[in-house]
């Protein structure tokens, strides 16, 4: 492949959720013959089986595409995926900031969501060139003009170049690439200045070592360069570059406007950073690239094996997620009730969720998870503070001065007739109101202040079920600010369950605690004995349910036929039997220790 | 591999029709049509001849369904079908229902050698029974019982259903004492099941709860213990000697044949079911399901049947078995429920109390 900057375009997509991303991606990919139809799996790009059953990006991804246009030249396109949900929205900035230009779907049938606006804006930030287009034209439903509207009048850009397509049918695609050579700039850096290039992911590979995807920005890189890592100054001689299309096809040389993979026999992932700029180490840039903001861990949760022989397994697995997911974190710490695990941090739940079946499925080992916590900063008596990031591990209340959560700053949109009951909402979970305004005719933007650990107790049900769905909403970290927080205990059958403690707003603290205790309550099965549940605050038992032993468990009725149904069904109870974890003469089954999140005080 | 086992000496047999379909029953059953049933019979003995290789059967069941649906000349089709495997029977059992068990059944039973009946009861109430669309009353209970002591057939099984809508413990102890009165050899007491596909289904009636469930055995069971009864399986009571030898098969995990249209059986390593399609079988296009029974699922049919039963499970005979020591595994478990009052640990057998039998599925799911 002959390559030249003029005939490169460097683009993302930028989409909501469901409005058609991956399908679109796939028929570009189709379109420039990447992949043959033949071996063409629904979702290229969404490489991992989680991805594709959940329909969500979770990872960026990189690809390099050709495609004749109708000008009677070749182009090179790579197309670097993002992923669309909030808790991913840092690997967004690390996509885009290695591209010209976006393509931003807009579905013609919903318009412009609020998560679609926080990425565009990212894109501008980046001075991106935005190519909107608006996909699903070919359901009956859908209002082309409008959405074009909602782009000029939401976004405020032009939508007159807008291309009309249906990813599902294919239709006009080939548009859409000739719009992508016409509007998106070629990359246009120096290629004779020193290397500079940009690092926007980077995996680990047992036989290579670490594989960075890399954007060149400037000047270029062959094989056997000295190169110099920036950031972390570590220096290694390349010794594999290449494109992904999406099969890797190896190159001796990565030019100015290249975006590509590089190998250097690197044995430890966390010397590559993404966002750190890879130099030569003999002829240096002056300057790094600006770079990427630290990422932390928003959300923090207990990981425990069910069988604790699976302990070194779960290490071992969080190593190897680890080496491919810079924002895992993880570090040992033992539960009286758990035994040995992990507490670990995620950018939020859906992170969380992802690693968590991850685990399972890729790694086979059953998990009990504890409730999700945020990392709570507790001062001292003595003037100390105390990041907690295990409601367990609180200390005793005299010796607390005060403590701070975090907030969040969350951009809520809004058909506006639910504007009073999501007001109602944010107030309920202690929201800080800050602003509301007109998005158009017939939607508004509500803009709170609100306690992270709101957000990760239900906050997101909570707004759904009071919009219909009709809602959408991101959010970014904002400070920290005291509140009036106590640790609230459950007792199984008379004894404290550290892993159920929970960090609750005082006010709330009796509904809270009703709340959690029904809820295991549904879950816990039924022992030969009767088993109090309590919650307790500093000591003082607030709240008691009781599951009732159990009388009668038997079919009455096991002849001929009711033999091997009825083996069957003891089956499925035996596979739920294996996910429960004993905690003293108490069987406790996952459910109950994510009974802390997902309470409705209302039921009870 | 394994060892091959012995042919099955039990053989179970299933009659589809029924002269009225009951509000709480989802047993493979349908409409009696006297030419649905000649067809019938023509299938189930070829299915017979095919698959019955033993004809030393000890033990044979015709249930239903209601067998006793079908008309005299059919009637003594089936027996006549049967007749070559039952020469050396100890236990030959037919399901009836009492409106359609006539005098001239009762004869053919006895000239073809049955020598128990097993009666469908339910309630002795007659508005109970009109209730769930139950075609007789008590006293065709009566005449019933009195015509097979008649003629002989003495070894006499009556079945009741606790927990059916609108029955209260008064009405439940009335319906033993009037069990009681008719001196049975057997009584099987089954809590309500409520099936899909059923009348009881589609009117929403609920199972008895739990607490019912639990005090209504313990009274059915205090009452028939104190009358000479024993408690010898989960839902059956039998005076001493005479429990069922067939249904024994089924909770001594041992094989059985089992023919007609969704009938169950177990032969070798193969537990299966016919296919439930009557317009299949009876073109002969019997599709089967089967189940591979592996080792370690004999041990745990052995495990969840055996202890259904008074006569408990040999922990010795086990561990030859299956190579486990189910006692040194689960000594905590097994302990802590016979010190509750479970389980009985004595000599080599593991046996089931009263208390035990109620909470089987959690002791087995517990002694995983």
């Known amino acids: 492949m002959n390559f030249d900057q003029k005939y490169t375009r460097n683009f993302s997509i930028i989409a909501h959720i469901d409005h058609g991303k991956s399908t679109l991606a796939d028929r570009i990919l189709e379109l420039t013959g990447a992949v043959s139809t033949r071996e063409m799996k629904d979702q290229i790009l969404d490489s991992m089986d989680l991805e594709r059953e959940r329909g969500i990006t979770i990872k960026l991804n990189a690809v390099t595409l050709s495609y004749t246009s109708d000008d009677g030249n070749t182009y090179i396109f790579n197309l670097i995926d993002t992923p669309g949900h909030v808790d991913f929205t840092y690997e967004v900035s690390r996509s885009l900031a290695a591209c010209e230009g976006a393509v931003l779907v807009v579905d013609a049938t919903q318009g412009v969501e609020a998560q679609t606006l926080a990425n565009v804006y990212l894109a501008i930030d980046n001075d991106l060139a935005i190519l909107p287009v608006i996909n699903k034209i070919d359901l009956p439903s859908a209002m082309p003009e409008w959405a074009k509207e909602e782009i000029e009048k939401r976004i405020g850009i032009s939508s007159e170049e807008a291309v009309e397509v249906s990813a599902k049918t294919g239709f006009h695609i080939h548009e859409l690439l000739e719009a992508i050579v016409k509007e998106i700039p070629a990359p246009n850096g120096d290629e004779n200045a020193p290397l500079k290039a940009l690092i926007f992911d980077s995996y680990y590979d047992s036989y290579r070592g670490v594989v960075i995807l890399i954007r060149i920005k400037e000047g270029s890189v062959k094989i056997g360069d000295h190169i110099k890592l920036m950031q972390s100054n570590k220096d290694y001689v390349v010794t594999e570059l290449g494109i992904r299309s999406p099969d890797e096809i190896k190159l001796k040389e990565l030019k100015c406007g290249q975006v590509g993979y590089l190998c250097a026999q690197i044995k430890d992932i966390r010397d590559v950073r993404p966002g750190d700029t890879v130099t030569s180490f003999d002829n240096p840039a002056s300057k790094a690239l600006p770079g990427y903001r630290d990422i932390n861990p928003m959300v923090f949760c207990g990981l425990y094996p069910v069988d604790s022989d699976d302990y070194q397994d779960l290490k071992d697995a969080l190593e190897k997620l680890s080496l491919n997911d810079a924002s895992l974190q993880f570090v040992p710490e033992t539960s009286q009730a758990l035994g040995f695990g992990f507490r670990c941090g995620f950018l939020g739940l859906l992170h969380m969720d992802v690693i968590q079946e991850r685990l399972e499925r890729e790694y086979n080992i059953d998990l009990i998870l504890t409730a999700p916590s945020v990392i709570y900063h507790v001062y001292l008596t003595n003037g100390e503070m105390m990041p907690i990031d295990n409601p367990s591990k609180l200390p005793d209340s005299s010796k607390i001065n005060r403590i701070e959560e975090p907030y969040v700053k969350a951009n809520i949109m809004t058909p506006k007739e639910y504007v009073g009951p999501i007001m109602e909402l944010c107030q309920e979970k202690r929201g800080i109101y800050l602003d509301l305004q007109y998005f158009d005719d017939t939607r508004m933007i509500l803009v709170y202040e609100l306690p992270l650990s709101e957000i990760v107790y239900n906050f997101f049900d909570k707004l759904k079920s009071c919009t219909k769905g009709y809602a959408s909403f991101d959010y970014e970290p904002s400070i920290y600010r005291p509140s009036d927080l106590i640790k609230m205990d459950v007792l199984l059958n008379g004894q404290v369950v550290d892993a159920l403690s929970s960090i609750v707003y005082r006010p709330q603290a009796y509904n809270r605690g009703l709340g959690i205790i029904h809820r295991i309550k549904t879950v816990i099965p039924r022992q030969q004995f009767e088993i109090p549940i309590q919650a307790a605050i500093g000591g003082k038992i607030i709240a008691r349910v009781d599951v009732k032993a159990v009388r009668k468990d038997v079919l009455a009725k096991c002849y001929g036929g009711d033999i091997s149904r009825k083996k069957k069904l003891l089956e499925k109870q035996k596979e739920g039997k294996k996910r429960m974890k004993k905690v003293g003469s108490v069987e406790v089954p996952q459910e109950a220790f994510m009974s802390i999140l997902s309470i409705d005080e209302e039921e009870n | ?368």
């Not at chain 2, 059956?236 to 000697?241: E, F, L, P, R």
């Not at chain 2, 189910?326 to 046996?351: A, M």
């Open chain 2, 1 to 368: 591999m394994r060892t091959k086992t012995n042919l099955p000496s039990a053989l179970y047999i299933h009659i589809p029709f029924c002269e009225s379909i009951c509000d709480y029953c989802d047993f493979t059953k349908l409409q009696y049509f006297h030419s649905f049933a000649v067809k019938y019979l023509v299938a189930l003995k070829k299915e017979l001849i095919e698959r019955v290789t033993n004809k030393e059967l000890r033990t044979i069941y015709i249930g239903g369904g209601t067998p006793t649906s079908l008309d005299d000349l059919q009637f003594e089709a089936l027996l006549k079908m049967v007749e070559p495997y039952s020469k050396h029977v100890e236990e030959y059992t037919v399901e009836a229902n009492p409106e359609s068990l006539s005098l001239s059944k009762i004869k053919l039973l006895k000239k073809y050698g049955v020598n128990r009946v097993s009666i469908g009861v339910e309630s002795t109430n007659d508005q109970i029974l009109k209730s769930i669309n139950r075609k007789h009353t008590f006293s065709d209970v009566k005449n019933v019982v009195k015509n097979l002591r008649d003629n002989g057939i003495n070894n006499i099984n009556l079945d009741l259903i606790i927990g059916l809508p609108n029955v209260s413990f008064k009405m439940l102890e009335e319906d033993i004492r009037n069990i009681l009165s008719l001196k049975p050899n057997h009584i099987s007491c089954y809590s309500l099941t409520v099936h899909e596909h059923t009348v009881f289904y589609i009117n929403k009636i609920s199972e008895p709860d739990e607490e019912f469930a639990y005090q209504a055995y313990k009274v059915i069971n205090e009452l028939l213990e104190k009358n000479g009864y024993s408690h010898y399986e989960v839902s059956n009571w039998a005076i001493s000697g005479q429990e069922s030898k067939h249904n024994l098969v089924y909770w001594n995990n041992e094989r059985y044949y089992g023919v007609g249209l969704g009938a169950s059986g177990y032969i070798d390593n193969i537990r299966y079911k016919n296919s439930t399609n009557f317009n299949e079988y009876v073109s002969f296009k019997n599709e089967i399901e089967e189940e591979i029974v592996t080792l370690k699922d004999e041990k745990d049919y052995e495990l969840m049947l055996k202890l259904r039963t008074k006569f408990g499970l040999n922990l010795v005979e086990y561990k030859n078995k299956f190579g486990v020591d189910l006692y040194k595994s689960h000594t905590q478990v097994i302990d802590d429920y016979v010190t509750k009052g479970y389980l009985i640990h004595k000599e080599d057998y593991l046996i089931p109390t009263f208390e035990g039998m109620m909470i089987l599925d959690k002791i087995y799911l517990d002694l995983q």
